[in-house]
């Protein structure tokens, strides 16, 4: 337990911290234990200048403590009931509680390498933007990191990428201004699925300032490839993986394959996820981002 929530305990209330620059939003329904590792690769950021809210979308007690075990005191728990499909409207919840004028995504199977923070506040500051993401580095059943994937291969780092590769953008990439993320028009729960497309589509519309940058800054475990595997894979696999990055046994910078073997892992890509979403998955994306959202109504993967 940490220093402040024992004087708190005492009946002794500290000063409100000055604010911090980032505030950290963890969406999390279910899954405790993968929680311990991604709250570890938060904390372990060299860039420490940020709070933590772990917004728990219709989670339970046992979710709520493992968020509260760290006794870290930037940490902090923010429940809510169960919303409409993923939660969406629970995180602009969260986001109202938040007090840093930047705002980063870590979904609780994912993992931040230590300078992840450090890198993407260092580009958005270098080239007065108010949007950027990095490359991810996928972990697939295998529990191996895979260090290509081939959106993201295929496009220059800086500022202006491309529209299409909002499309494979997940929040734990994000970092971006609450200037943006209010004139685009927060979260909500328009859409049961991809509703964080559409948020990044809005973020064009609005005149946000986009930059990728280049280098890979997450361990990505997604859903659709842990699906059919026994329970409490992913899980070792993540605590495994978190360690290593945490200890600077894996260093993602240094991760590579041949040409040839990016190739047949390219080909892999479009396998695996598109046989695990389905074309009306990629349809629905792919049309969204095409036409952007405004004008664009629920696509058929919703209802």
Known sequence: MGHEAILAGMGIVLPMRA????????????????????????LGQTHEDF???????????????????TGDPRVRWAGFPKA????YSNRA??????????????????????????????????????????????VWASGVPRPHYAPFDWTKGGPGPPRFLLACLSPTQV????EILDRAGGWNDRFRRHGDVDLWL?????????????????????????????AGSAAAHHERLGQDLISGRLVLDELGWSFPRRLRGWAEDVVVVGRSRGPRWAGT????????????????TES
């Open 19 to 42: 604010a911090p620059r980032v505030s950290v939003i963890v969406p999390v329904h279910e899954g405790a234990g993968l929680l311990r590792a991604s709250l570890r690769s938060i």
């Open 51 to 69: 709070e933590v809210i772990v917004s728990g979308d219709g989670a339970g007690e046992e979710v709520r403590r493992e968020a509260l075990a």
């Open 84 to 87: 409409r499909g993923l939660g």
């Open 93 to 138: 919840r969260a986001i109202e509680r938040a007090r840093g004028s930047l705002v980063a995504y870590l979904a609780p199977d994912d993992l931040w390498a230590p300078r992840h923070l450090e890198r993407l506040i260092g580009m958005l500051d270098r080239e007065g933007l108010d949007f950027v993401f990095s490359r991810p580095v996928l």
């Open 175 to 178: 970092l971006h201004s609450t």
């Open 202 to 230: 809005r973020c064009r519309e609005a005149g946000a300032r986009f930059g990728f940058l280049r280098e890979p800054t997450v361990l990505r475990f997604p859903s659709y490839v842990f699906a059919a595997e026994p």
């Open 285 to 300: 994306l792919l049309a969204r981002t095409l036409r952007g959202s405004a004008t664009l109504p629920p696509g058929p």
